[in-house]
Nanobody, 118 residues
Framework: QVQLVESGGGLVQPGGSLRLSCAAS????????MAWFRQAPGKEREFVTA????????DYVDSVKGRFTISRDNFKNTLQLRMTSLKPEDTAVYYC???????????WGQGTQVTVSS
């Protein structure tokens, strides 16, 4: 059974930082590209950032470039998202996503709430 479990969300003031983690189990982690999505209240889920299976390449939505950093540890089967200079518009539920490199398999975590407010 595949499980993606996010942690690290919380309440932070504007300009602050948070680090999200996603622990993956039940899959061959290196077979999957990993990503973070987010969904703000009343809005559709949107792509935030993704990283290749070996961490060699990453992509970011323009609104987080220079502020967020995605990384992965293929020995510990974990995905991280370092978020800095947080803004109120970053407030959302953040979801971990795994996409198989060659097969149509995709998994989601349950999400972790990030709230940026003073």
């Amino acid at each position: 059974q595949v499980q993606l479990v996010e942690s690290g969300g919380g309440l932070v003031q504007p300009g602050g930082s948070l680090r999200l983690s996603c622990a993956a189990s039940g899959l061959t982690f290196t077979d999957y590209a990993m990503a973070w999505f987010r969904q703000a209240p009343g809005k559709e889920r949107e792509f935030v950032t993704a990283i290749s299976w070996n961490g060699g390449s990453a992509d970011y939505v323009d609104s987080v470039k220079g502020r967020f950093t995605i990384s992965r540890d293929n020995f510990k089967n974990t995905l991280q998202l370092r978020m800095t200079s947080l803004k109120p518009e970053d407030t959302a539920v953040y979801y971990c996503n795994a996409q198989h490199a060659t097969q149509f398999r995709e998994y989601w975590g349950q999400g972790t709430q990030v709230t940026v407010s003073s």
